[in-house]
């Protein structure tokens, strides 16, 4: 089969079968696109069913001077996933892509607040209305305990859920 054929295919595969966003869907369709091209222009004569290592080796070299590391890691991960489909679809027996790793990508440190905004909120605080003491002591615990706001909400849910059981 040829790549256009197949694209189409890897589309509505990541859409039903593995029920992806559109948004990946359409990043990792132009991904397949993009490597599809980088064939023909270097006049490679490979199918997605033949298509080397080597290939996919020089397309990521070249992609690798002007894409983002994130977009980096993306389009390996597209291309892991292509040729994993091939293989789901009895086209290929093993996948050339599986050796291949992505960059290293860092990560963000998260941003924190120092001593005096944090002083700066809880005087903030009215502690003379009715929620008042309520909102000092959640973010009393939300600086003590390196808590996410997610996970105190998860904690507070949970609280009352168990106080509702109690109740019964």
């Known amino acids: 089969m040829n790549w256009k054929t197949l694209i189409v295919d890897y589309e509505f595969y990541l859409r039903i079968e593995r029920g992806l966003a559109e948004n990946t869907v359409k990043n990792y369709s132009a991904d397949i696109v993009a490597l599809a091209q980088f064939i023909s222009s270097n006049n490679i004569e490979e199918q997605p069913e033949d298509c080397s290592k080597e290939t996919l080796q ?3 070299y070249q992609q690798s001077k ?4 994130n977009s980096q890691a993306r389009r390996i991960s597209a291309i892991k996933s292509f040729f994993n489909f091939l293989i789901f679809e009895k086209l290929r027996a093993n996948s050339p892509a599986d050796l291949i790793e992505g960059p290293k990508l860092g990560r963000k440190l998260p941003v924190t607040l120092n001593l005096m905004e944090i002083e700066k909120i809880l005087l903030g605080v009215e502690l003379s209305l009715p929620n008042g003491h309520r909102n000092r002591a959640i973010i009393e615990t939300l600086y003590g305990s ?7 909400v998860n904690l ?7 106080k509702e059981d109690i109740i019964r």
Request: net charge neutral; glycine share 4%; no cysteine.
């Open 66 to 69: 002007s894409v983002s590391t």
């Open 146 to 152: 390196g808590l996410r706001v997610s996970e105190l």
């Open 156 to 162: 507070t849910l949970s609280n009352v859920f168990f």
């Open 58 to 60: 020089q397309f990521i």
